[in-house]
C-alpha cells in the first residue's frame, strides 16, 4: 500500500528546500519590433515581454536608431516596466545598418552580473559587415556571467548566452557559426574555468534539430533543453506539441533552442530544476522559449 504519510514528507522537502539560486529566462526573435503580420510597434513587443515576467531575456533582431526605427529598442524595452525594469542590458552591435546598429541584445533584472564576453563570427567588426553578403548576417553572441555561492565557499558560475546564426549557402553558414561556438566555449570557458558552472546558450539557430549544425555540432558540447529527457520538465502547449518556434501563427519549425552544458565539476549535491515550454504569442514572427531555472 502507498504510504500517504511519505509521500506528504517527500512534498514538504521539496516544496521547502532552500532554492540557491532561481531565475526565469527567456529568448525572443522580436524582428526588430514588428509582429507576425509586420506591422512594427515597439509597445507591443515591450509589452509581451512584460507579460513573460522573465528575470532574464536574450533578444535577436534588435534595431538601435537606424532610419527605419529610429529608437534604442533595447534601452525601451528595459525601461518600459516601471516598475521592474531591466536594470543591466548589453546590446552588442553586430553591423552597421542604416546609419544605426542592428544586432542582439540580453537584459537582466539580475544586476549581479560578473563579465559580459562578446565575439562575432569570423571575428568581423561592425564596420566591416555595413553590406550583407550572402548567407552572412554578420552575426556573433553575447555571453554573461552570473555568479553565486554554495555553501558560503564555492564559486560558482551561471553563464547566459545568445546568438542568432546566419541563413545561406545550403545550411553552410549555421554550419560555420555553430563550429566557431563550440570552439570558443572550449577555448575560453572549458579549457580555462576552474570554477563550476553552467552555460545556457540560447538564440535563433536558423536550423532544425536534425540539421548538422544543431545534431553534429551542438550536440557535441550542449544538451538541447527541449529534447534532453531527464533534464527539464516540458510544459507543453497541446496546440503546439513538438514545441515549434516558428512561424508564429502557424508554427512548424523548431529554430530557437535553449543549450546547456554543466562542467564536469559541478557539485553533484546541487539539484537542478528546470521547466522549459515556448509561448504562444503573435508579437514577432517567432515565438519566445522561456526556461525556469532553478538550482538547490
Ligand atoms: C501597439 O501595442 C499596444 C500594446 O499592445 C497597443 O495598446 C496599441 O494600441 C498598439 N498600437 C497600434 C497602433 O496598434
Ligand atoms: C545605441 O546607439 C547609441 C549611439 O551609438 C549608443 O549611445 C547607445 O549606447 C546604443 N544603445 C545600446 C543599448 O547599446
Ligand atoms: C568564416 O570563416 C570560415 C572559416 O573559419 C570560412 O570557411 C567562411 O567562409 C567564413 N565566412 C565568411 C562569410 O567569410
Ligand atoms: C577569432 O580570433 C580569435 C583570437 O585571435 C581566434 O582564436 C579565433 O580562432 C578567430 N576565429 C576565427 C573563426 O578565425
Ligand atoms: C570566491 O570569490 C570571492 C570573491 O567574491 C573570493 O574572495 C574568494 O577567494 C573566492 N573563493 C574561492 C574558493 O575561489
Ligand atoms: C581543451 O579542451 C579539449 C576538450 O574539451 C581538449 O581536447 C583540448 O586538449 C584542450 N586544450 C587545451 C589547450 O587544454
Given at each position: 500500500m502507498k504510504d500517504l504519510k511519505y509521500d506528504v514528507l517527500i512534498w514538504f522537502i521539496i516544496t521547502f528546500i532552500p532554492s540557491i539560486i532561481s531565475i526565469r529566462f527567456g529568448t525572443y526573435n522580436i524582428q526588430s519590433g514588428s509582429n507576425f503580420e509586420h506591422v512594427y510597434n515597439l509597445t507591443e513587443t515591450a509589452e509581451t515581454i512584460r507579460r513573460l515576467e522573465v528575470d532574464i531575456i536574450a533578444l535577436q533582431e534588435v534595431d538601435n536608431i537606424?532610419?527605419?526605427?529610429?529608437?534604442d529598442q533595447t534601452t525601451y524595452i528595459a525601461q518600459y516596466n516601471k516598475k521592474q525594469p531591466f536594470q543591466y542590458f548589453h546590446f552588442e552591435k553586430m553591423r552597421n545598418f542604416q546609419n544605426g546598429g542592428y544586432g542582439i541584445s540580453i537584459l537582466s533584472k539580475?544586476?549581479?552580473?560578473?563579465r559580459v564576453l562578446t565575439y562575432h563570427y569570423n571575428n568581423t567588426t561592425a564596420e566591416q559587415c555595413t553590406v550583407q553578403r550572402e548567407g552572412d548576417y554578420c552575426q556573433g553572441f553575447i555571453l554573461f556571467e552570473i555568479p553565486f555561492k554554495y555553501q558560503d565557499n564555492t564559486n560558482l558560475s551561471i553563464y547566459f548566452g545568445t546568438t542568432h546564426l546566419g541563413i545561406g549557402l545550403n545550411g553552410l553558414q549555421q554550419l560555420n557559426e555553430a563550429k566557431q561556438i563550440v570552439q570558443w566555449m572550449t577555448d575560453n570557458?572549458?579549457?580555462?574555468?576552474t570554477n563550476p558552472y553552467i552555460i545556457l546558450m540560447t538564440g535563433d539557430y536558423n536550423t532544425i534539430p536534425s540539421d548538422d549544425s544543431i545534431k553534429n555540432v551542438m550536440l557535441s558540447l550542449f544538451d538541447d533543453l527541449w529534447t534532453a529527457e531527464d533534464i527539464c520538465q516540458k510544459v507543453i502547449d497541446p496546440s503546439n506539441i513538438n514545441g515549434?518556434?516558428?512561424?508564429?501563427?502557424?508554427p512548424s519549425k523548431r529554430i530557437d533552442y535553449i543549450f546547456i552544458l554543466k562542467s564536469l565539476?559541478?557539485?553533484?549535491q546541487i539539484k537542478l530544476n528546470c521547466k522549459i515550454q515556448v509561448v504562444s504569442t503573435l508579437s514577432s514572427d517567432h515565438r519566445p522559449v522561456l526556461l525556469n531555472f532553478d538550482l538547490s
Open positions: 537606424t532610419i527605419r526605427h529610429p529608437i539580475e544586476t549581479s552580473i560578473k570557458i572549458i579549457n580555462v574555468s515549434y518556434t516558428f512561424d508564429a501563427l502557424n565539476n559541478f557539485p553533484d
